[in-house]
């Protein structure tokens, strides 16, 4: 609510700016480039839009006059100095074909035309656009082959999706010529022949998807170099060949890959045996060899995979023992022996697995007891067709509706990819993206063309929701260029504040530089927004309780605790908007340390304009100096408000929140200050009320040194709500990822 939108590039914004151009965002929301567009790209869009079935008439603004191209009228379009730099028109219903002419907008850096009904060849003209960073072709009717031409002449290619198209043909080596190539997914088409070499070498490849293709061959062993003497870094973290015809064997070379987090092979017809070398993908979370002709005995040493999740070796020719070492892999959910050889007993190991929840060893030569837990939890369809298994033994006749189906994966690895520490790299004209560990994989290009909408304005500059091409949301804000210090200290500080980890500290996940000093900082992106919002804003049949109010006090504490303690920074604007709450109302702090990015005049005048919120100490009229003493003033604000289910902005018969809590219970009402909803409950929890609000009014001693640091107010709320305090002893401990 309130909220602008503003579709389009964070680019533009910086890129106008720089450029002193008067910033007129038209209707639509769209920014004024200012520049004509070239004549050779007026033609090329032209021809595009000819070649096009436009039944839902969005290119109707793509009309005679190119006047609009470049500023704003013309539907999709992106420009910079009247060229065009993208296309984006996803879910158009657009039909017809891609003109070969797009090879004429040489400047264009991504394609966006995924979900239409395109239909012909993918342009050969592609491969002769040097920017091209991205394309994203997915979801249409293409057919015909890849073209050559693609990935051999775009050395900054980073991401192809040409998955869920008609094509046919075979994959061309050149396409993983970029060495920025991050993505590539050509899943869910017909193409034939054998997986290119070259692939197995790109030290920048981090999502590889060839799945549901006519794919022959076998998977080249030559991946991290193949032996070639190099010493690279490899990226790989997702390889899915599911539902091909390969054969040969599993690449023991694939063990380089250590960053691998899922590896898909089923629907084949691979043959050999599992390579006892692959235990040194310590990542992994889903293994899929479902559904080959797999054989040899399983590795016992598979309780080195510590993260799997899935493992799924359906329908095999496995042979052997099951290793009891897999009742080590806690987390693991999902195991699928069903449809092989292996002979022996359950192992009792496997009753260890708390998170089991989807267990299959049917159609083996097994023997002995099934353990009575795993018999108490799953059905006889479990373990049917082992005719020496007791305890569960399905009386089955044979392998009717044996289902060919994949089990598939659910545990939402498949685009949350993990980066190592601060990794770089080049953006736009120069800029610079700097990511420090977090779930998400993007660059620069997919921050900067981002859809943004603003979400709000502080004192440091602009927050945005932004949403990635691949539909993740992050958090970014925008800091005031002309108050940050300069690159290397302001460097050097952001890397500081990107290692700080803690479950109620919003994470700063990566950080943008461009090329005329502008800043964004990127974060985790909130679902459920302020405390504020989420207090104040909320329909009347909702209804907070008690312990969900409490854990989020209990949450804000610890952080700032840790806040005090292991980072020594000191909040300085604690508020109930700036604490935000995730999708299991988990509370995280948002804008501390920021202070340090600022120069030291841009922070007096913040302290000299910031207060009237109600969270502020009252010694900081004078002092102007933020500390621990005023940050637990905040906190005990925080905490009332919480209490009270009252704003501390808007004064009750002129009194602040503080003053006129303490009011009430001077005249000995105190029930008169409870939020009404939480009054339900209070015979249950009446005691729990009135010490957290005795200790709120403590923090909110007008002395500064009559407060409690915030170490023993966590402590004190500990020992108010014991039942909430040990999953603060879990939480609490610092996070080292
Ligand atoms: C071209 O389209 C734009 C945007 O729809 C419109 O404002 C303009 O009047 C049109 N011009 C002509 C010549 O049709
Ligand atoms: C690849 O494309 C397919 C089909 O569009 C999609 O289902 C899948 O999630 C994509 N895989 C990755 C890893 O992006
Ligand atoms: C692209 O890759 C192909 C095959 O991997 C190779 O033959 C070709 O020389 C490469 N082209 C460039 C421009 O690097
Ligand atoms: C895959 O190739 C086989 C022959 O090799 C052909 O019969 C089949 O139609 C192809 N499948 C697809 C989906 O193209
Ligand atoms: C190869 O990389 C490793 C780890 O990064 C490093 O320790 C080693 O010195 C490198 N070797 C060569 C020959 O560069
Ligand atoms: C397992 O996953 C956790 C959480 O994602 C991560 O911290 C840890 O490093 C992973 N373990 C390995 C061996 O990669
Ligand atoms: C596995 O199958 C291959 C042929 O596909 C065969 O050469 C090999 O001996 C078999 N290994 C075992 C252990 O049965
Ligand atoms: C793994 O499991 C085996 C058998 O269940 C057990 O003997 C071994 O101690 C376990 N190893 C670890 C590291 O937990
Ligand atoms: C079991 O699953 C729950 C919920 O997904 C998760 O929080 C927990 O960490 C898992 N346990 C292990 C041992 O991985
Ligand atoms: C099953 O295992 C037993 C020995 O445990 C063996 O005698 C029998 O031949 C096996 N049956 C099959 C079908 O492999
Ligand atoms: C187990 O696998 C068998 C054979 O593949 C299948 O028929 C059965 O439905 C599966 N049972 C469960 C519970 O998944
Ligand atoms: C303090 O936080 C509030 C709420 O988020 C914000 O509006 C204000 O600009 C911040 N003040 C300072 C000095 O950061």
């Known amino acids: 609510m309130g909220k602008n939108n503003v579709q389009g590039c964070f680019f533009f914004i910086l890129v106008l700016q720089a450029l002193s151009l008067t910033l007129q965002p038209v209707s639509g929301g769209h920014l004024w480039d200012g520049v004509i567009v070239t004549q050779a790209d007026f033609q090329a869009l032209r021809a595009i839009k000819h070649e096009m079935i436009d039944s839902n008439g969005v290119l109707r603004s793509w009309n005679d006059s190119g006047i609009g191209a470049c500023s704003g009228g013309w539907a999709g379009i992106k420009c910079v100095n009247g060229q065009v730099i993208a296309i984006q028109l996803p879910w158009k219903g657009l039909g017809g074909r891609i003109s070969e002419k797009i090879g004429q907008l040489q400047a264009l850096r991504k394609l966006s035309?995924?979900?239409?009904?395109?239909?012909?060849?993918?342009?050969?003209?592609?491969?002769?656009?040097?920017?091209?960073?991205?394309?994203?072709?997915?979801?249409?009717?293409?057919?015909g082959s890849i073209p050559p031409s693609i990935g051999n002449n775009s050395p900054v290619l980073q991401s192809i999706d040409i998955s869920n198209n008609a094509l046919t043909g075979i994959i061309p080596p050149s396409l993983?010529?970029?060495?920025?190539?991050?993505?590539l997914n050509l899943s869910f088409n017909s193409l034939s022949g054998s997986i290119p070499k070259s692939f197995t070498l790109s030290s920048s490849l981090t999502i590889l998807a060839l799945q549901h293709n006519n794919l022959s061959g076998s998977i080249p062993d030559s991946w991290g170099g193949g032996g070639m003497g190099k010493n690279k870094t490899f990226q790989l973290q997702i390889l899915t060949l599911d539902h091909n015809l390969i054969s040969g064997t599993i690449p023991v070379s694939l063990s380089k890959m250590g960053l691998l987090q899922e590896i898909s092979l089923s629907n084949n017809k691979i043959v050999g045996s599992i390579p006892s070398e692959l235990d040194g993908l310590s990542r992994l979370q889903i293994l899929d060899l479902s559904n080959n002709a797999i054989n040899g005995s399983f590795p016992d040493t598979f309780d080195k995979f510590q993260n799997l999740t899935v493992l799924n070796l359906k329908s095999n020719k496995l042979e052997g023992e099951i290793p009891s070492t897999i009742g080590n892999i806690s987390g693991i959910n999902s195991i699928d022996f069903s449809e092989n050889k292996f002979v022996g007993e359950i192992p009792d190991s496997f009753t260890k697995l708390a998170n089991l929840s989807s267990f299959n060893v049917s159609y083996n030569n097994l023997s002995?007891?099934?353990?009575?837990?795993?018999?108490?939890?799953?059905?006889?369809?479990?373990?049917?067709?082992?005719?020496?298994?007791?305890g569960k033994r399905a009386a089955s006749k044979g392998k009717n509706g044996k289902t060919t189906k994949a089990a598939t994966a659910t545990t939402g690895a498949a685009r949350n990819v993990e980066k190592g520490d601060e990794v770089e790299s080049g953006g736009e004209a120069g800029g610079k993206l700097v990511h420090f560990d977090g779930p998400f994989v993007f660059t620069a290009d997919d921050l900067l063309c981002a859809t943004a909408e603003i979400m709000g304005k502080s004192a440091y500059g602009t927050a945005y929701k932004a949403t990635l091409e691949d539909g993740n949301q992050v958090a970014v804000k925008r800091l005031r260029e002309k108050t940050t210090k300069g690159q290397k200290e302001f460097e050097t500080e952001v890397a500081a504040l990107g290692k700080i980890r803690h479950p109620n500290l919003l994470a700063l996940r990566a950080y943008y530089l461009g090329p005329k000093g502008e800043k964004l900082l990127v974060f985790d992106y909130m679902p459920k927004g302020s405390l504020a919002s989420f207090l104040h804003a909320r329909g009347p049949e909702i209804v907070i309780d008690w312990p969900t109010r409490m854990r989020i006090a209990l949450g804000v504490t610890r952080g700032l605790c840790y806040l005090h303690t292991q980072e020594n920074i000191v909040h300085g604007n604690l508020t109930s908007s700036n604490i935000l709450l995730d999708e299991q109302t988990n509370a995280h702090i948002t804008d501390f340390g920021l202070s340090r990015l600022m120069t030291t005049s841009a922070n007096t005048n913040i302290i000299a304009t910031a207060g009237s919120l109600g969270y502020n100490a009252p010694e900081l009229t004078k002092t102007k100096k933020p500390s621990t003493k005023t940050d637990a003033y905040s906190l005990g604000v925080i905490i009332l408000e919480l209490l009270t289910g009252k704003p501390p902005g808007e004064p009750t018969n002129g009194l602040d929140l503080p003053q006129w809590v303490a009011s009430i219970v001077k005249e000995e009402w105190t029930n008169e200050v409870f939020d009404l909803e939480l009054m339900r409950d209070a015979p249950a929890i009446g005691d729990e009320l009135l010490n957290t609000l005795k200790l709120a009014l403590h923090c909110v001693d007008p002395s500064p040194s009559a407060r409690p640091e915030v170490q023993q107010i966590l402590q004190q709320l500990e020992e108010i709500k014991p039942d909430l305090a040990d999953d603060g002893a879990k939480a609490a401990a610092p996070t080292s990822e």
């Open 113 to 143: 035309l995924h979900d239409n009904v395109l239909s012909g060849p993918v342009p050969w003209s592609l491969g002769f656009l040097p920017n091209l960073r991205g394309l994203y072709l997915f979801n249409n009717r293409l057919s």
């Open 176 to 183: 993983a010529n970029s060495t920025r190539l991050y993505r």
């Open 368 to 390: 002995g007891l099934v353990p009575s837990l795993l018999s108490k939890k799953f059905n006889s369809s479990s373990f049917a067709g082992n005719l020496q298994l007791c």
